[in-house]
């Protein structure tokens, strides 16, 4: 009689426990929305909240808005897309590497350990350099223009 009230006590508890587990697993995946989509790839509430903890990451600054923060993540995707389309090879392999390294020196030297995984925060890089050689080369592109013509 005794194990069979202790054997009821263990199943009510791990009954309890797989409730709680499940309704956690819900309300995570409930919180999980599409913020919006370029060529019918959709971005998500969680891609944001990686963009955010990278940006975290490299700039030790946590004021920055939610807005801003959306908008430099929407302009990230769209000069990516826009690699993507154009089959631009811009081997950034090297760059994305040392960046990467730098970023872990600083923050270990700050004692701040990432809380994000090695692949988004290159992913981030990524797309970050992309951006940034992309509106070089329109820079660059727009300073011949206006040098011929004058």
Avoid: W
Wanted: charged share 20%.
């Amino acid at each position: 009689m005794f194990s069979y009230l202790l054997l009821n006590k263990y199943l009510k508890f791990i009954l309890l426990c797989l409730i709680i587990i499940y309704l956690c697993l819900e309300i995570k995946a409930s919180e999980n929305k599409i913020i919006f989509k370029i060529n019918n790839k959709s971005f998500t509430s969680f891609d944001i909240e990686e963009r955010k903890k990278y940006i975290y990451l490299i700039n030790n600054n946590q004021n920055i808005s939610h807005e801003i923060l959306i908008e430099d993540y929407i302009s990230t995707i769209i000069f990516y897309e826009y690699y993507e389309n154009t089959k631009m090879k811009i081997d950034l392999s090297n760059q994305i590497n040392q960046i990467y390294k730098n970023i872990i020196t600083s923050n270990n030297n700050l004692g701040v350990i990432p809380s994000i995984p090695k692949n988004i925060i290159i992913k981030n890089i990524k797309y970050d350099l992309i951006r940034k050689s992309i509106l070089e080369e329109l820079i660059k592109n727009e300073n011949i223009n206006i040098l011929s013509s004058g």
